[in-house]
Structure formats: structure tokens, C-alpha cells
């Protein structure tokens, strides 16, 4: 009797532990559409998953163009677990304010055309994109 | 004591010299002073008397005639219109003898990592420069060339 009861007590203690702390977690490892050429993911899970090829991400560069001016594009890039590719580029203002506007850890969705020209950027942040062991706020 | 009393010397006599020549400059203003007033004074006679400005008589300058002060107008105007178009044509130069770099050039890199089949990324960053020495119509064109083949995975590498 002892011994069922401590098993009980422990089977639910194990259930609270795990279900009741740490928020909200919605994963979303990279998709990568090539017939509708978009590409989705969140970094933290791309960052952990487990394969050695999951990526998305966005970036800008800014290269002296050799006439005093500089050359400005952004960029974005994702690969799922099976290898598939989505890259685009932009030299649209717009876009680049996107781009501008990321932050760590968020949820990447971007999509192109035919030339690899970014047609849509999107970044969402959001509490359960947030990698596990940051220290909390409580 | 001696040094104190030529030293005072000296001062008195360094004011003396400064009233002097205040006095001086004080006189040529009021004689300046004269003549202008003298000047606007037959100036608003003249144009009371309906006579052109022309024969107006000064001190020290030689008369104008209506021809001279046309031809002195046209001459400021024509070098005026000239410096404007020699700014002009400065400020226009710059874009066209704009010196890009080579688009076969850059071709040519792209080439060398699509019969490779990759790009590292060291070369990314040096082909990027690359393109950002071509005119903007052509880096678009090379961008989507380059994006284009890591879409088509003709091409193995990030930007």
C-alpha cells in the first residue's frame, strides 16, 4: 500500500513539474516551399534541431560601391531538415526596414519569385519562440 | 625709480601719438561723410530733373554713358550664365564618366564557383563586393543570377 501510494505521489508530481512551469513553447522547425516559394522557421528551433542542415535566418550588407556611395541589400536564407533551399535578396527600402526590425530567437517567414527577389518578409517574437534556460523573470 | 619715470614717459607719449591719429580718422570720416551726402544730394536733383543717371558726376569716377553700363550689365550676365554652366557641368560629370567595374568580370567569378558547384564563405563576401563596384541595373541582374543558383542548389553556399 506504502509502496503504490509513493508511486502515485511521484508519477504526479513528475506531471506538474513539466507541464505546469516555463510558459507556452510552439516550436516550428523550417519548412521550405519551393512550389510557392516560401520558407518558414523559427531560429531556436532550426538552431536545435537535430540535423546538421535546418537554418533560416536574414541578414544586410553594406559594401562600398567605389563611387562614394554605398551599396545596400538584405537578404534571406532558410534550409530544412531534408536539404531543401530558399534564399531571396532586396534592395527594396521597405523590405530592409523589415529586415531591420528582426530580433533574436523570432519566427521567420519570407517568400520570393522566379528572379530570387524577396517578395515578403515577416518576423514574429514571441514568448514561445524563446529558447529553453534564459533566466527568469520572476 | 629712473625706469618707473621712463616708463611713464613713453606712455605719455604713446597716448599723445594715438589722439593724433584719431583725431586724423576722425576728419577723413567727416570728409567722406561730406562727399557722400553731397553725392545723394545731386543724385535726387538729377532725378527730380528727369536726367538720367548716366551724367552723374563724381569726385574721383569717370562718367558712364548708357551704352557703358549696358555693356558692363551684359558682360556680368554672360559670367554669371557661364560659371553657372561650368558648376553645372561639374556637378553632372561625376555620373557620366562614372567608372563601374566590369560586369564579364563578375561573370566570370560566378562562373568559377557554378562550375565548382560552391562558394565559400570568404568568396560570398568577395563576390558581393564584386558586384557592388557594377552599375545598379547590373548588380540587381547578378544578385538574382547568384540567388538564383543557390535556389537551384547549382551553387552550395549562404550569403
Known sequence: MKKRTAIIAGAMTALLSSAAFGGAVQPFPVEVDLVNLTANGDMVTARYSDNKVELIGCGIRKIEDGAGGVFSFGFCQARDADDVRGFCNTQNADLLDAIYASADYGFITFSWNEDGQCTRIGFSNQSFYLPKGLDSNN | ?159
Request: charged share 20%; hydrophobic share 45%.
Open chain 2, 1 to 159: 625709480m629712473r625706469a618707473l619715470v621712463g616708463l611713464s614717459i613713453i606712455q605719455t607719449l604713446l597716448l599723445a601719438v594715438l589722439g593724433l591719429k584719431l583725431f586724423a580718422v576722425e576728419a577723413q570720416v567727416d570728409a567722406a561723410t561730406r562727399t557722400g551726402l553731397d553725392v545723394l544730394s545731386q543724385t535726387a536733383q538729377l532725378k527730380q530733373a528727369g536726367i538720367a543717371a548716366r551724367s552723374l558726376p563724381t569726385q574721383n569716377a569717370p562718367s558712364l554713358t548708357g551704352a557703358d553700363i549696358r555693356q558692363i550689365i551684359r558682360e556680368e550676365i554672360a559670367a554669371t550664365d557661364s560659371d553657372a554652366h561650368m558648376t553645372r557641368t561639374a556637378e553632372a560629370r561625376p555620373r557620366e564618366t562614372a567608372s563601374y567595374g566590369d560586369k564579364a568580370d563578375v561573370q566570370r567569378e560566378l562562373d568559377a564557383y557554378l562550375a565548382r558547384g560552391g562558394i565559400g564563405q570568404m568568396e560570398m563576401a568577395k563576390l558581393q563586393m564584386s558586384i557592388a563596384q557594377l552599375s545598379p541595373a547590373e548588380r540587381s541582374e547578378m544578385l538574382s543570377k547568384l540567388t538564383t543558383a543557390l535556389n537551384q542548389g547549382d551553387i552550395d553556399g549562404q550569403f
